[in-house]
Structures are given as structure tokens and as C-alpha cells.
Nanobody
Framework: QVQVVESGGGLVQAGGSLRLSCVASGSIFSIRTMAWYRQAAGNQRELVALISSGDNTIYADSVKGRFTISRGDVKNTVYLQMSSLKPEDTAVYYC?????????WGKGTLVTVSS
């Protein structure tokens, strides 16, 4: 079993920055990929950024050049550095940790960007 916990959300003005953190604990030796998703009110959950076990990264077009996903020094910790935030980045941000055959989700952290 794996537990996923996000932190770092909050209220920020447009143009500002936030760093989200995600820690996966439990059977962490089996985790391969970690990713950030977000879900704005009335919208479907969408992929924001992903980092593979080989540290390859994928970003949504809407965040390229503004967001950076990275792994922490502590195993199975991942960060999402968000810069030049826009009101349309307002959403609940979820961390996902994936093994070969199971996916674990955190409960999310709310990011609100004011104009």
C-alpha cells in the first residue's frame, strides 16, 4: 500500500510562484512514475506534468516554460515549481504515484491564483 500526500497549495497573485510537494510513503520501492494532475471547477482532471523513473518529463502545453517537475533528495518525493501563475491555473492539484500495475492518488491541494 502507498500513501500519497500533497502540500504547498494556497492563494497567490497572478505572476507569482508556488512550489507544491508530494511525498509517497509505504511500499515506495515499487513506485515508477510520479505525476501532477489538476482539476478546475467544472472541468475534467488533466495531466500537468509527469516524471518517469528515468527522470524523463512530460508537460501539458499550457504549463510548458512555467512549471517544472522534479524529484527530491528523499526517495519518492516530487515537487512542482510553478511560476508566472495565471488565474486559469486555479485548480485542485493532485499527485499520482504509479507502480507497474497500480495507481495511487493523493487528496489534492488547492491552488488559487487571483487576478
Amino acid at each position: 500500500q502507498v500513501q500519497v500526500v500533497e502540500s504547498g497549495g494556497g492563494l497567490v497573485q497572478a505572476g507569482g510562484s508556488l512550489r507544491l510537494s508530494c511525498v509517497a510513503s509505504g511500499s515506495i520501492f515499487s513506485i515508477r512514475t510520479m505525476a501532477w494532475y489538476r482539476q478546475a471547477a467544472g472541468n475534467q482532471r488533466e495531466l500537468v506534468a509527469l516524471i518517469s523513473s528515468g527522470d524523463n518529463t512530460i508537460y501539458a502545453d499550457s504549463v510548458k516554460g512555467r512549471f517544472t517537475i522534479s524529484r527530491g533528495d528523499v526517495k519518492n518525493t516530487v515537487y512542482l515549481q510553478m511560476s508566472s501563475l495565471k488565474p486559469e491555473d486555479t485548480a485542485v492539484y493532485y499527485c499520482k504515484a504509479s507502480t507497474l500495475d497500480v495507481t495511487y492518488w493523493g487528496k489534492g491541494t488547492l491552488v488559487t491564483v487571483s487576478s
